[in-house]
């Protein structure tokens, strides 16, 4: 059997990767890329028996709802996105202080009788009687939309994956409304849209994830406390 | 023959025998269609391919939409029975995403009430080749709606209450909105040209289409309706009469019973809906049943009465009732009376060996 060992994946690139090493640096840990921006393989000062990986931040979240990677960090509207059963699969063991940005529904400024879901509720009842088709949201959140609008009693939609400039979409016709990741809502506003009062869906930052394994060996727990207690952290489990 | 082999010979007979046309449409369906009927909330179960024209297609995710819609196709009108046994395909928290059903469905009967009928000692039939008693849940969406129609409120409330039914947190959020609606003095109503004027204004400048969605006149009208609405209040008696209503589940027998007495107190005619439902008793046997004022599917295609089988383990085992609105739904011209079930084949295989 090989010596046990733990798999950590951080963000690949941008500001989340910068943001990333400076708080694992903060709390005494060094993370070295040695191959540089374009390697993908990654360690950290002093703790061999950590393996660091460089994934995109989607791919993060997909890994450890899979269980491929055992600590990671991404969005936590990312590990929601994934898949329905992502906050079941994986442990949140700290939220980060960063990459802070709101999942929310917008509808157009013009639309001044919808301000709240219960609006978009009724909206949406008619709206297909009204216009031979279903109402359309133009999202990259669909598992997030779904879960949000079915808790809301709202059945009658389409949603139009988007997987860019998604507050562009009502005016160019491709859907009546949004949901939207955003941190100010300044772009949402610039594009004539309105985030609903109660239109919050959920408010997101990055997190330090552990997937849940119960299957772990004795040693690789072991493993995994020490690392944890390094940062202060203990597994909840 | 062992159990399970003999169990699903006598379903396979049970199906051959409805004297319908055994149906049996393609694996490989357009998943269009299902997103328009059922809308995202089924949509996420089904198992999606994309073709190399971007053109989705879904393994078949239940037979009634493919039956109903080769109906149609052929031109409705005559009276027509299907029944099937086969795998559809679902994505599902528990389980494999191919599992069997089988199932009947009863197009343009003259007698809805014979249909029906037929339709539940289909299920019970079924259910009862696996040795299973089932707890019987009845709802009634036809009651409900001769309720909401008769009950004092202003018009605009009716299908904003009714879109709601089968919801229940949805609905007793609004009752609770309802019943919180401050009792404002009637404000003066804004200026119906002055905020056509401002909602074209703000649409143009950003950039919308006034005629594709949601124009300024349909914005408007239901801003000044819902204005209209925060002083039109739902009298408290109503509200009252909805809660209690929706509250009644139990024995068959004694939650119609109450149901009169309310509709009594009321001055409601629900006579014929109630009395429907109770000639259906007869077809369920020795099976206890539960009539649940509450219960209905979240799909709007549905009317008259709606039921749902469970076994020990509290799963559906068989569910269905009347979707009279389905076929129109679906293209055909005017209301064409449907009622159906599916049987699910794998949750009543697992009842036995439990």
Redesign the interface.
């Given at each position: 059997m090989s010596t046990p060992s733990l798999t950590l994946a951080v963000p690949s690139k941008g500001r989340l990767e910068e943001l990333t090493r400076e708080w694992f640096a903060e709390n005494g840990l060094t993370i070295t890329r040695p191959g540089g921006a374009r390697s993908y393989l990654g360690a950290i000062d002093g703790v061999p028996d950590v393996t660091v990986r460089f994934f995109p931040a989607s791919e993060i979240a997909r890994e450890l709802i899979r269980g491929a990677i055992d600590l990671g960090v991404t969005g936590l509207d990312l590990i929601h996105e994934t898949s329905?059963?992502g906050p079941a699969a994986v442990q949140t063991l700290k939220p980060l202080g960063f990459g802070g940005a709101d999942v929310v529904v917008a509808v157009?400024?013009?639309?001044?009788?919808v301000t709240h879901m219960?609006?978009l509720?009724?909206?949406a009842?008619?709206?297909r009687s009204?216009?031979g088709r279903?109402m359309r949201i133009a999202t990259k959140y669909?598992?997030i939309?779904?879960q949000h609008?079915?808790?809301?009693?709202i059945?009658?939609?389409?949603?139009v994956e988007s997987l860019g400039a998604t507050e562009a979409a009502?005016?160019s016709?491709v859907a009546?409304i949004v949901v939207d990741i955003t941190t100010t809502g300044s772009t949402l506003a610039a594009?004539?849209l309105r985030v609903l009062e109660d239109g919050v869906m959920l408010k997101s930052q990055a997190c330090l994830f552990a997937a849940r394994k119960p299957d772990w060996s004795a040693e690789k727990a072991a493993l995994m406390e020490s690392f944890l207690t390094r940062l202060g952290l203990s597994a909840a489990r | 023959m062992s159990g399970a082999a003999l169990r699903r010979v006598n379903l396979e007979s049970l199906v051959e025998a409805q004297g319908a046309t055994r149906a049996a449409p393609p694996l490989l369906l357009s998943a269009d269609a299902y997103f328009d009927l059922a809308g995202e909330e089924f949509g996420r179960r089904l198992l999606l391919t994309t073709d190399s024209t971007g053109a989705e297609h879904c393994l078949r995710p239940d037979f009634t939409l493919p039956i109903v819609q080769a109906y149609i196709a052929d031109g409705v009108g005559r009276p027509a029975a299907f029944s099937y046994l086969g795998p559809i395909f679902r994505q599902r928290e528990t389980g494999a995403a191919e599992f069997d059903q089988a199932g009947i469905e009863l197009l343009a009967q003259p007698d809805g009430d014979v249909a029906l009928d037929q339709v539940l000692t289909f299920a019970r039939a079924a259910i009862s080749i696996y040795g299973i008693t089932p707890q019987v849940r009845l709802g009634g969406v036809g009651l409900f709606e001769a309720l909401l129609v008769q009950a004092d409120m202003p018009d605009a409330w009716r299908p904003r209450i009714r879109n709601r039914f089968g919801h229940t947190e949805a609905l007793q959020r609004l009752l609770a909105r309802l019943e919180a609606a401050p009792d404002l003095p009637r404000e003066a109503q804004p200026d119906r040209e002055a905020l056509l004027e401002d909602v074209t204004a703000q649409m143009v400048a950003t950039g919308l289409s006034l005629n594709e969605g949601r124009g300024p006149a349909e914005i408007v009208d239901r801003y000044l309706e819902q204005q209209a609405l925060d002083a039109a209040h739902v009298p408290a008696e109503t509200l009252a009469l909805l809660r209690s209503y929706l509250s009644i589940s139990g024995p068959a027998l004694q939650a119609l019973t109450r149901i009169e007495a309310l509709a009594e107190q009321h001055r409601l005619m629900l006579g014929a809906p109630i009395r429907a439902i109770r000639r259906h008793l007869n077809a369920l046997g020795e099976s206890p049943v539960v009539f649940d004022a509450s219960f209905s599917p979240r799909l709007d295609y549905y009317t008259g009465i709606v039921f749902e089988m469970t076994g020990a383990g509290g799963d559906v085992l068989a569910s269905g009732g009347q979707y009279d609105r389905l076929l129109e739904r679906l293209g055909a011209t005017a209301p064409i009376a449907a009622s159906g079930c599916s049987v699910w084949v794998d949750r009543l295989e697992a009842e036995v060996r439990a």
């Open positions: 329905e059963t157009p400024e013009a639309w001044i009788d219960h609006d509720a009724d909206v009842s008619d709206f009204r216009h279903w669909i598992t939309t779904r609008f079915a808790a809301a009693g059945a009658e939609y389409r949603t009502p005016a016709g009546d594009n004539g | -």
